[in-house]
């Protein structure tokens, strides 16, 4: 991509249980492996090790954009950086200084990611429907890359084929079993 290949800095940000197996062997005990617990707590404290880094680097000065397409070829990515088995690549980061002061793209508004007590989704259609106008507007504006399509058209395209269907045999070689 020529993010990648244009930033000062691209990161890959890897869940790793290979460590905890080497703490296990340390100790003398056996890593009970391949629980979808563990993948799950693997992936989720590199992408918050990633945030608390965008907010880090972005408070001085600095820019950010993440990579998903690292998972396009994961055992090609797994070899260039030698990873081994309970590794896996969850996502790149290109960092450096921006070129250009881009508008921030609109987020989902607060009542759709927000809920109090229980899962209600209530407001969510209209709500969504309102995030997509504003969406669509802003696609319309940008100059580089202007495209037309809503948020939730794009969840709907997203969720609506398959994505990725390597990544559960790449997954599988490197010992994540998913029990």
Request: aromatic share 10%.
């Amino acid at each position: 991509m020529p993010y990648q290949k244009s930033a000062p800095e691209f990161l890959v940000f890897c869940a790793d249980l290979n460590r905890a197996e080497r703490c296990c062997e340390w100790h003398g005990a056996a890593a009970t492996k391949g629980f979808t617990e563990q993948f799950i707590i693997a992936t989720v404290d590199v992408a918050l090790y990633a945030q608390n880094m965008v907010i880090a680097a972005e408070s001085e000065g600095l820019g950010i954009c993440y990579i998903g397409a690292v998972r396009n070829d994961p055992a090609r990515a797994a070899e260039v950086l030698g990873l081994p088995s309970g590794v896996y690549p969850v996502f790149g980061m290109c960092v450096g200084y921006p070129a250009q002061d881009p508008e921030t793209k609109p987020r989902l508004p607060l009542s759709v990611m927000f809920k109090e007590n229980s899962y209600s989704d209530d407001t969510e259609k209209a709500d969504i429907a309102a995030y997509d106008a504003v969406v669509r507007a802003y696609y319309a504006s940008r100059t580089g890359n202007p495209k037309s399509q809503s948020w939730s058209e794009q969840m709907a395209g997203l969720l609506g084929k398959e994505a990725r269907p390597h990544m559960k045999a790449f997954l599988h070689s490197l010992g994540f079993e998913m029990k």
